[in-house]
């Protein structure tokens, strides 16, 4: 389906620009990289979940 490629083509740069950045403030606060690296992770799983198809209309 088209939306869904979209949807992933649209998460997939989101995650490349922002992942560094997240997981470096993370690392900052948690100062654990296994930690940081699974807040961060969580964090876009969240995102993920919280965005369906119909987001996706325009």
Excluded: G, P
């Excluded at 995650?15 to 993370?26: A, E, I, P, Q």
């Excluded at 990289?33 to 965005?51: G, P």
């Amino acid at each position: 389906m088209k939306l869904a490629r979209t949807k992933k083509k649209i998460f997939s740069a989101l995650f490349d620009k922002h992942y560094k950045r997240l997981f470096n403030y993370s690392f900052k606060v948690v100062n654990d990289r296994d930690n940081a690296e699974e807040l961060v992770q969580e964090t876009f799983i969240k995102l993920w979940e919280k965005t369906d198809n119909s987001a996706c209309d325009l």
